[in-house]
């Protein structure tokens, strides 16, 4: 008897396989194309063409309906500016099909491999994304793309990115000055050419600023504590689990339960036992929406770990955050060759109130006690005047930035 086996290919292989595929596929495809450039000089002249020869001009390439909220005012700028752009999707049901647009052409292209051998084959003249990783795994530069832009999509350190996340990058536009010198350390020590660096502001906090403040205050409102962590095993839900969530869940207030996105497809099982363990309780509330505004609204004080939405909440609520105490491990990420605290942390503890594990017994006490003094206030200001620069403005500078990188590159 013979029996048969799968044959299993690890990930990293597998990552391999698909990088020579795509080379071999790239050669073939480069090669018909020089030929169709030539055949559409021939035949329908350079009007069908952008300058050099690109078959697109302004781009933008978005993972899913989650980044929306960053490029929403930059499209919309595009649009306004009688400017033709293509908007590049990962996600089916991307709000901006939701739209009728003149000048915006909204494109689904596909998941997986499907995107990348999308992307690995783009020929445009800029191209605006908030994808880490170019040309450091399946992600790679297009032969016949000018120019590739990073757009940050949260306020905090660039160096929380996995290894290498933005050293390939040509610009890398920035929320704050601050996050200029760890860009330019790593460019140093890694041998990398200086990439443009711009400060363009924070464009998702704009449109949640108008957003949450259009949200209508509750009725009847019940004091609300949200637990909002980051994902993997040093993250809050992973680390502490029901050590936190049930001296919580004894209390009278409503506990919104919000992970981070990446828990759903990282961390399922421990999600599915957490919902499980608390499918009872009518005061725990699990909250999946892509936006965060609509929990961030409700909550009157915050529980997280290291997660970006600490700041989302310092800065458009106003209002109080416990931070878990957390081993961060750096080693994944560019921050281990930083030798010094990353802001974040820094911020953290002057606009924070640290929470031990040995306090979450006393947790009902320790949140009632939870005082919101101009200390923490200052800090949080301070913060965001650091971390949000050019409040309301960052779609028309994003905007900017792509016509005159396109012109001055002409």
């Known amino acids: 008897m013979y029996s048969l086996h799968l044959l299993y290919i690890d990930p990293g292989t597998g990552s391999a396989l698909f990088s020579i595929l795509i080379g071999a596929a790239a050669t073939l495809y480069f090669l018909l194309r020089a030929l169709l450039l030539k055949l559409k000089f021939g035949f329908f002249g350079k009007n069908n063409l952008s300058k050099d020869g690109y078959i697109k001009k302004y781009v933008i390439y978005s993972e899913g309906r989650q980044y929306w909220n960053v490029f929403k005012s930059t499209v919309e700028e595009f649009e306004k500016n009688n400017t033709e752009l293509h908007y590049l999707t990962s996600s089916s049901d991307d709000p901006v099909f939701n739209i009728s647009w003149k000048y915006i052409k909204p494109e689904y292209i596909g998941e997986g491999n499907k995107t990348f051998a999308y992307l690995n084959f783009l020929s445009a003249e800029i191209v605006l994304m908030t994808t880490p990783g170019l040309n450091v795994y399946q992600l790679k530069r297009s032969k016949t793309v000018k120019h590739y832009s990073h757009v940050l999509h949260s306020p905090a350190d660039t160096t929380t990115y996995r290894l290498f996340g933005l050293d390939y990058f040509d610009s890398i536009l920035l929320t704050g000055d601050y996050q200029t010198n760890d860009i330019r350390y790593l460019e140093k020590i890694r041998n990398l050419p200086e990439k443009k660096l711009v400060t363009v502001g924070c464009s998702y906090l704009d449109v949640y600023n108008q957003k949450i403040k259009d949200?209508?205050?509750?009725?009847?409102?019940?004091?609300?504590?949200?637990?909002?962590?980051?994902?993997?095993?040093?993250?809050?839900?992973?680390?502490?689990?029901?050590?936190?969530?049930?001296?919580?869940?004894?209390?009278?207030?409503?506990?919104?339960?919000?992970?981070?996105?990446?828990?759903?497809?990282?961390?399922?099982?421990?999600?599915?036992?957490?919902?499980?363990?608390?499918?009872?309780?009518?005061?725990?509330?699990?909250?999946?929406?892509?936006?965060?505004?609509?929990?961030?609204?409700?909550?009157?004080?915050?529980?997280?770990?290291?997660?970006?939405?600490?700041?989302?909440?310092?800065?458009?609520?106003?209002?109080?955050?416990?931070?878990?105490?957390?081993?961060?491990?750096?080693?994944?990420?560019?921050?281990?060759?930083?030798?010094?605290?990353?802001?974040?942390?820094?911020?953290?503890?002057?606009?924070?109130?640290?929470?031990?594990?040995?306090?979450?017994?006393?947790?009902?006490?320790?949140?009632?006690?939870?005082?919101?003094?101009?200390?923490?206030?200052?800090?949080?200001?301070?913060?965001?005047?650091?971390?949000?620069?050019?409040?309301?403005?960052?779609?028309?500078?994003?905007?900017?930035?792509?016509?005159?990188t396109v012109n001055k590159a002409g």
């Open 215 to 404: 949200i209508p205050p509750e009725n009847n409102h019940q004091f609300t504590v949200l637990v909002s962590p980051s994902w993997g095993q040093s993250a809050l839900l992973s680390r502490y689990g029901e050590k936190l969530l049930d001296p919580l869940s004894d209390c009278a207030w409503r506990v919104i339960i919000r992970p981070h996105p990446q828990s759903k497809k990282s961390e399922k099982e421990m999600l599915e036992k957490l919902e499980n363990r608390y499918k009872d309780n009518k005061n725990i509330v699990w909250d999946y929406e892509s936006d965060n505004i609509y929990s961030l609204k409700k909550a009157d004080i915050m529980i997280s770990d290291f997660s970006g939405i600490i700041y989302d909440y310092m800065f458009l609520c106003d209002k109080p955050v416990l931070y878990i105490k957390h081993d961060f491990d750096p080693r994944p990420y560019d921050a281990d060759d930083i030798d010094h605290e990353l802001w974040q942390f820094r911020v953290l503890k002057e606009a924070g109130l640290e929470l031990n594990e040995n306090d979450f017994s006393n947790i009902k006490e320790i949140i009632n006690n939870a005082s919101d003094n101009e200390g923490l206030k200052k800090a949080r200001n301070e913060a965001k005047e650091t971390a949000w620069q050019y409040q309301h403005d960052a779609g028309k500078n994003i905007y900017n930035f792509m016509i005159n």
